[in-house]
């Protein structure tokens, strides 16, 4: 069997497990089984497959048939053009993510700064974030021992030297520090859904883990909780941005005008759909 003909076979299964982009899956899954990349496929298709990549490359279309996150089963997901690591302990980076990245980036001066990554998982965001601001120092935390073991993984293959991650449960570790952290931005992608909403039985999400997606108060409580927190390690003219629901805009608009925020907006992501909001803990500069 060819290499064209096994991923046209690949293809057909996923396609009738309802896939929603079978071809992609299978290209994705296949290439990762020969540790070569697409073009390589598209150019020697032609060749023999040998019998160990063919009973890998089956063994993945059916985890993937039965809904396994392609990310999980490859192990790695592109975020910000970064090639990172992912776990089964951690959400995997998704593309209006990115929204809360350029957001950031945008606020963020090319002077020396801080930036805290609230919740960081893979270390998407603070990665991101440190690739494109090397003079800035980028501190992630997360409350999983898994997730920060592997966010310093992640910064110690890419070579990015500007970020630093500690485990943490929100800002407990850096209210006990000795000398109070303070930063010029604070940004997170905290648990925003509720525990009803029925978008946790489908797709990637019913593989995730539940404890990195669902908050109280029907999403909202991680939310108002960095909201009413955050101004104590923020610098006067310090940013909070955050990540949350497209129909939570309204909710979290309030919760920072409430707490004290100034200039508060939300923006939209590439589906315009409002993804972020942020305020500043006094008028910006």
């Not at 063994?59 to 192990?75: C, E, W």
């Amino acid at each position: 069997m060819t290499l064209d003909a096994l991923l046209i076979e690949g293809c057909q299964r996923l396609s009738i497990a309802g896939s929603p982009s079978p071809r992609l899956d299978a290209e994705v899954l296949l290439t990762h089984c020969l540790g070569r990349d697409r073009a390589w496929l598209y150019t020697w298709g032609d060749q023999a497959c040998d019998t160990w990549t063919r009973a890998r490359f089956a063994a993945l279309v059916a985890a993937r048939a039965d809904g396994q996150p392609i990310a999980y089963l490859t192990g790695e997901r592109e975020f910000w053009g970064l090639p990172l690591t992912t776990s089964r302990h951690t959400l995997i980076p998704r593309p209006d993510t990115e929204t809360l990245v350029e957001a950031a980036l945008q606020r963020a001066p090319y002077a020396p700064g801080a930036l805290l990554d609230m919740g960081t998982g893979t270390g998407a965001i603070a990665l991101a974030f440190a690739s494109e601001r090397p003079g800035w120092e980028v501190v992630g935390v997360d409350v999983r021992h898994e997730a920060v073991e592997l966010a310093m993984a992640n910064a110690r293959r890419l070579g990015i030297t500007n970020a630093t991650f500690l485990c943490s449960h929100w800002f407990t570790a850096l209210a006990s520090a000795p000398v109070r952290a303070r930063f010029d931005l604070i940004v997170a992608n905290p648990p925003y859904v509720a525990d009803n909403d029925p978008h946790l039985e489908q797709g990637d999400v019913r593989f995730e883990p539940r404890s990195a997606l669902v908050a109280a108060g029907q999403g909202l409580a991680d939310l108002h909780y960095l909201i009413s927190s955050a101004h104590a390690f923020l610098h006067p003219h310090g940013c909070l941005l955050l990540e949350h629901g497209c129909a939570q805009a309204s909710a979290v608009r309030q919760s920072f005008i409430s707490g004290g925020y100034k200039n508060v907006e939300s923006l939209s992501d590439l589906a315009g759909q409002e993804r972020v909001t942020l305020g500043w803990s006094m008028t910006s500069p």
